[in-house]
């Protein structure tokens, strides 16, 4: 028997999975798309993990982060519960020990860190607006009639970039609208996007913060070689992208899982579980709170959202 | 009965505990009825919104929300105070787009232009309740300041122990049992003798505080740092994560400590700034200074969206950190904040302040 630690990244868009042996080698790794619904894709994740694992391995910890974490921390038992900033910089420092800033663009947010030693010293999170996320490329791809996967190749041909004004989502789409209007050819306007992508993210969320080498590029739209690109022009350094540059938060969060070790055992098995939430408003007082209601097979099991905890 | 009714009655803005105190000297030197301002909820922020201009900041929203609902609880008397910032011109503004709405009220602004005059509130009174007699409206004025002073210096206490209560509950419940004894006070020496006595009761409170617990101070702008309802009650979420809170802003500073602490302040931080810049904004520089001198793990800076002092001295206040090596968190609330999203980069920042204490 070798013992594994699961680690699930539950992302707007994306759901991660990975696999760590005791050494923390990656033993399998998933990446799936979240459609709207953690719990599917949670269930689907971990039914293909299983498939994919070989028998001897039993799970000794499970790990969830990424904005549906607290929700599939109960559904799946987990060991720990930590936020997406702390496992990415987790992940991150295990194969780069000595990086000094994280970039990361995710599918609705987008963060930067920065460390020291394996420290975090510093960080900041987008706080208002989606320009700048993979959520909004992909949606400017559909625009475009291209596959977000092929768009980062496309960003590269493009031997003049427009400008398209990216201080917010609204903005920029209009603005590519009037590009595409005026016959740019459409390599030009997708790099032009990959380069507003790395504008606004430098004067949003990066702003004000001390960039510097070794500096790590990763989330969803790091495998968007356009955005690379500009990334590395404009900081003028090196930038890097891991090959699991996806999957850092995942990784992260099984990392924490493994040291979080309480000795119980995991199953993998809940894709017959039944979990669901049940969502309502309270009218006992003028708050309105949203009460939320959690079931695992059909029994009561967690309510949350009440402000005077007075409700469940 | 006749008389109670010729005589308005009185509401005025919600904010943390200090109703009760506002409503004890008010009860006292004046006849009329008194609305006490409800606890905030997501309506009276609702209501405040609805008819605030957009980009007006949160506590303009949050103070017309407390009056209008004052309003329809029957109160025709409304009193306001302000000054500082647009603060100040809150009071004209919020009359009237009340009278704009149609209800039928007198408006009563306590300062004027940042003067608070002693003769025009006493003819104010006057107006309000022909009967006000101004000895006892001194006395019961003192008492009421004695009372401030003791919430505030209790509440200091609370903050930096209510993360550790083995009980989870005692603080509060405490509080909430001193306070109502505290309005039911009509002598000095009463209140100064139910002071020490909860003083001694709170000091009885088992905690379980180890040495080296994580001590973060908040600074930022007065009314989201004084309403808990308006800064999704950050102060009770650090004490759920076993953390040690010093804050500097509350009435009694505001009221009675503002002007000497300034001058000190200015002095402190005299690489960093010459002039105070409206509000608390330079307070909030010499704070972060202090605290950094203090060797606190963390400052959080929190305002209320469109806070133009504050947004000021956030690059200041940041300089001042990054000089100490100190870690500083900024967060803008407003009505359309997320609360998950606050929760996510709080939970980061304790990580962060966690894993810094290691090194």
């Known amino acids: 028997m070798r013992k594994g630690y699961l680690g699930i990244d539950i992302g707007s868009i994306s759901t991660k999975g990975v696999i760590l042996d005791e050494e923390n080698n990656i033993l399998e790794s998933l990446y799936i798309w979240t459609e709207g619904n953690p719990i599917k894709a949670v269930k689907r994740l971990l039914k293909e993990l299983k498939e994919q694992l070989d028998e001897d391995v039993e799970i000794y910890g499970i790990g969830t982060t990424g904005s549906a974490r607290k929700l599939i921390g109960l559904m799946v038992d987990a060991n720990i519960v930590k936020n997406e900033i702390t496992a990415h910089a987790v992940g991150t420092t295990h194969f780069y020990p000595n990086v000094k800033t994280i970039l ?21 999170m987008n706080t208002l607006c989606a320009a700048g996320t993979g959520a909004f490329l992909s949606s400017q791809a559909k625009r475009l009639g291209v596959e977000i996967n092929d768009f980062g190749m496309l960003a590269l041909k493009s031997r003049n970039p427009v400008k398209i004004a990216a201080r917010c989502t609204v903005f920029a789409e209009s603005d590519l609208i009037h590009k595409a209007q ?3 050819p459409k390599e030009d306007i997708i790099a032009g996007l990959c380069r507003s992508v790395v504008l606004n993210y430098l004067n949003n969320v990066g702003k004000g913060k001390k960039i510097e080498k070794p500096i790590i590029f990763q989330g969803g739209v790091s495998k968007n070689e356009g955005v690379v690109k500009y990334f590395r022009e404009i900081l003028n350094a090196d930038v890097i992208v891991d090959s699991n540059s996806h999957l850092m938060g995942a990784i992260g969060i099984a990392l924490l899982a493994h040291s979080h070790e309480d000795g119980k055992k995991r199953t993998l098995n809940i894709a017959d579980i039944s979990f669901e939430t049940k969502g309502r408003e309270c009218d006992k007082c003028s708050n309105h709170c949203e009460i939320l209601r959690i079931y695992k097979d059909h029994t009561f099991i967690e309510s949350w959202g009440s402000k005077c905890g007075k409700i469940s | 009965m006749k008389k109670e009714k010729k005589l308005g009655s009185i509401t005025f803005p919600q904010m943390g505990d200090y109703a009760i105190p506002a409503n004890f000297l008010l009860s006292h030197i004046l006849h009329n009825k008194i609305i006490v301002p409800k606890k905030i909820t997501s309506r009276t922020i609702e209501l405040g919104t609805k008819y605030s201009p957009e980009f007006v900041c949160t506590p303009f929203k949050y103070t017309l929300g407390t009056l209008l609902e004052g309003l329809e609880n029957g109160a025709n008397i409304l009193i306001q105070a302000g000054g500082g910032c647009r603060y100040g011109y809150y009071a004209e503004l919020q009359e009237q787009i009340l009278k704009d709405l149609g209800y039928d009220f007198k408006f009563y602004n306590l300062v004027v232009a940042g003067h608070t005059d002693v003769k025009r509130i006493y003819h104010m009174m006057k107006e309000i309740d022909p009967k006000f007699h101004v000895l006892k409206g001194i006395y019961y004025l003192l008492i009421t300041k004695q009372m401030i002073k003791y919430m505030d210096d209790i509440d200091h206490y609370i903050r930096g122990n209510i993360g550790f209560e083995v009980e989870k509950g005692s603080f509060l419940k405490l509080k909430e049992e001193m306070l109502k004894n505290f309005s039911k006070v009509n002598n000095p020496l009463k209140l100064h003798y139910l002071y020490r006595k909860y003083k001694k009761k709170f000091k009885e409170i088992k905690i379980n505080k180890p040495n080296d617990v994580l001590k973060i101070g908040i600074i930022g702008e007065l009314y989201t740092v004084m309403e808990p309802y308006s800064n999704y009650e950050l102060e009770k979420e650090l004490a759920s994560m076993h953390i040690e809170v010093k804050r500097f802003t509350n009435v009694y500073y505001l009221l009675f400590e503002k002007h000497k602490k300034i001058k000190q302040y200015l002095k402190n931080t005299k690489k960093y700034i010459t002039y105070q810049m409206g509000a608390d904004a330079a ?77």
């Open chain 1, 182 to 184: 005026v016959g740019y």
């Open chain 2, 283 to 359: 307070d909030n520089i010499g704070r972060a200074k202090e605290l950094c001198l203090d060797r606190y793990d963390g400052i959080i800076h929190i305002k209320s969206s469109f806070c133009t002092p504050e947004i000021s001295a956030m690059p200041i206040i940041s300089k001042v950190c990054n000089d100490y090596h100190v870690p500083v968190i900024f967060f803008s609330f407003d009505s359309n904040t997320s609360e998950v999203g606050i929760k996510t980069r709080l939970e980061a920042f304790y990580d962060m302040l966690l894993m810094r204490r290691k090194l």
């Open chain 1, 104 to 124: 990361e663009i995710g599918g609705q947010d987008s963060k930067i860190i920065l460390l020291n030693d394996s420290i975090i010293t510093d960080y900041a």
